[in-house]
């Protein structure tokens, strides 16, 4: 089956850095996507990857290794507006999404 | 109207009744997505469409429907509500759902209670 795995909720302090992690079993491969959602509003995209590594995007990163079924998403110089839910998303072989329940993100002054 | 728009923004429903869920989008997008959203679980598929005239079902299809007469709109319909189907709606839309590059946009989503 297919099966994303995430942090329920993660706690950090503004000014820090913070990384969220991601795990995942899909039937075939096609990039992971990370999505930002505040709450009562909608999804709105981070990133994503398709290849091992690093992308960079100002203060959001986010990493890949296809062979672990591993992603994360590294927030730095952490705001009050970072306070939302991260969703990672990977792409299955069908080119269909397969949504984690995200990681509720709470920033602490 | 600027991206992807849904109407109603919020719904109370009487078990029994029949809705329909509005979903429009500017950007000529092939693909368009429904989701729903419960408290604790991933967004789950209901119904999409790769393009105008075809539709696929998701992962949750029961006790809705959907079409899709034009590239803009892509209605979706619960025939006669049931209680379990409150939750959070989201309609998406991206250029394509063959490529690994397009990013799916959501709409505003509806919240809808059936009682």
């Known amino acids: 089956g297919q099966n994303i795995d995430q942090p329920t909720e993660m706690t950090a302090t503004e000014g820090a850095i913070v990384q969220i992690n991601c795990t995942y079993q899909?039937?075939?491969?096609?990039?992971l996507f990370w999505y930002q959602q505040h709450a009562g509003e909608a999804p709105t995209f981070l990133s994503y990857n398709v290849l091992d590594g690093l992308e960079e995007k100002g203060r959001f990163s986010s990493f890949l290794s296809r062979s672990k079924g591993y992603s994360y998403l590294l927030l730095k110089e952490l705001q009050m507006k970072d306070s939302a839910s991260y969703l990672c998303?990977?792409?299955?072989?069908?080119?269909?999404?397969?949504w984690g329940a995200g990681t509720k993100l709470i920033i602490k002054p | 109207i600027a991206g992807i728009t849904q109407a109603p923004t919020s719904q109370i429903l009487a078990a029994g009744r029949r809705m329909t869920l509005r979903c429009t989008q500017d950007?000529?997008?092939?693909?368009m997505y429904w989701y729903r959203q419960d408290l604790g679980l991933g967004l789950r598929l209901i119904h999409y469409s790769n393009t105008a005239g075809t539709t696929g079902k998701g992962e949750v299809p029961d006790g809705y429907s959907v079409s899709r007469a034009n590239t803009d709109d892509f209605p979706l319909t619960l025939a006669s509500a049931v209680p379990s189907q409150t939750s959070v709606y989201f309609c998406a839309s991206s250029d394509s759902s063959s490529t690994e590059t397009d990013t799916q946009y959501f709409g505003p989503g509806t919240r809808l209670t059936v009682l």
């Open positions: 998303a990977p792409m299955d072989s069908n080119y269909q999404l397969i």
């Open positions: 899909t039937s075939g491969f096609n990039g």
């Open positions: 950007m000529r997008h092939n693909a």
